[in-house]
């Protein structure tokens, strides 16, 4: 009976060893809620490791974390992965990371294609979609826009804010959106943009009060709607664009008619 003990015991530390994959080192600048043998890390929604020890670098200015990988997800940590911290961040209409409430932050991973690497500069928030057309609104003002808010034409969604930030000179504000790839075409050189954040209340004695509401959402947490005039050729990426606090009659009578690309299935 001991040596048959000793087979199993033996043969279920082998099964272990041979699932283990790499163990690599995340810089983060902070740490709270990274739990050594609980905080999982995690790709498309599958745990494909976890964080084996948490510790402050020599300097004490960042936290290192170290975590252990399946076999099977080995090939995640390569150069040019990205990992970052998954926390719940709660806001008007935007909620994110709500399964993180109970069991703590987790870490994410976008695979990179390079040479396989153990030691990784994470990051705090999650990066920047990729895809899609990429444009800068320049305001002088930007009432209550923030990242996801929504980007409309003619009431549908077609895109998101994705950052607000003060311009390099700090005279104005820049907005940057991203447009989804089915409608890229649908920004033109002479695109107008307009701030379709909150209510807006126009009134006169003998017309009464006109208020005007884009939708609860653009309510909530802010939203740019834009038009675009027929025969004006495609914007670039990285084109700018002036955000206008408000729309004009000549914008929404503009009848552009611009054929989309074939939604992906």
Known sequence: ???????????????????????????????????????????????????????????????????????????????????????????????????????????????????????????????????????VLRAERPKSLRANSPVYYRGIEVGAVQKVELSSSAASADVTVLIEPRYAALVREGSAFWDSSGVSVKGGILKGLQVDLESLRALAVGGVEFASPPGSPRARAGTVFFLHGESKPEWLGWQAKIPLAAAKK
Not at 22 to 46: C, D, K, S, W
Not at 121 to 129: I, Q, S
């Open 1 to 135: 009976m001991p040596l048959i003990a000793v087979a199993v015991a033996g043969w279920l530390v082998w099964e272990r060893m041979r699932a283990y994959g790499p163990e690599i080192t995340i810089q983060f600048n902070h740490g709270a809620g990274l739990r050594t043998g609980q905080t999982p890390v995690m790709y498309r929604g599958v745990p494909i490791g976890e964080v084996t020890g948490v510790e402050l670098s020599e300097d004490h200015e960042h936290v290192l974390v170290k975590a252990r990988l399946r076999r099977s997800a080995a090939l995640v940590a390569n150069e040019g992965a990205i990992f970052w911290i998954v926390r719940p961040q709660v806001g008007l209409g935007n909620v994110t990371g709500l399964n993180t409430v109970l069991s703590g932050p987790e870490i994410e991973v976008r695979p990179g294609n390079g040479e396989p690497r153990n030691r990784f500069v994470g990051r705090e928030t999650a990066p920047l979609a990729e895809d899609g057309l990429r444009l």
